[in-house]
């Protein structure tokens, strides 16, 4: 692959894929009993919100997240704070595997469940956003982050 397929994969195609499957898996949680992590999702935040925020509520909250992050890829505007909230959201979906390990994994510690494995792909995802940080910098004189991509 050429350099400069290489900055336009790095420039469009990626983030588009991420913002496809933020997008489709965000959609999905607004429709009852169509996403395969529902029951995970509204375990995990009635345990980490100790019950103050009910279940639906926080599944519709995350849904509207997760499509705006997907939106945000899509039409390509990524910001740091848009990166850095989505590096918050995909380090959130690990918690699971520290306060509901009884979901994830079988009879033994060995043994993986489909819903460890949709948590566990999100280790790409994380790859990515930290690819895409680098893409920004300070300019100390105007004293904001640009991006540094260059489209030779």
């Known amino acids: 692959m050429t350099y400069k397929l290489n900055v336009q994969f790095n420039n469009r195609i990626l983030p588009s894929t991420i913002g496809l499957v933020y997008l489709f898996f965000g959609l999905l949680k607004f429709f009852p009993n169509t996403s395969p992590a529902e029951d995970l999702v509204e375990e995990t935040i009635t345990n980490l919100t100790y019950n103050l925020v009910p279940d639906q509520m926080g599944l519709l909250l995350l849904a509207s997240f997760e499509t705006f992050i997907g939106i945000a890829f899509l039409a390509n505007l990524r910001n740091k704070y848009i990166i850095y909230s989505a590096i918050a959201h995909i380090v959130m979906t690990f918690t699971p595997v520290f306060i509901l390990p009884e979901l994830l994994f079988g009879k033994n510690e060995f043994t993986i469940t489909l819903l460890s494995q949709y948590i566990f792909k999100n280790i790409i995802i994380l790859g990515a956003f ?23």
């Open 130 to 152: 930290l690819f895409f940080i680098k893409e920004f910098k300070v300019d100390k004189k105007k004293g904001y982050n640009r991006p540094i991509i260059k489209t030779y």
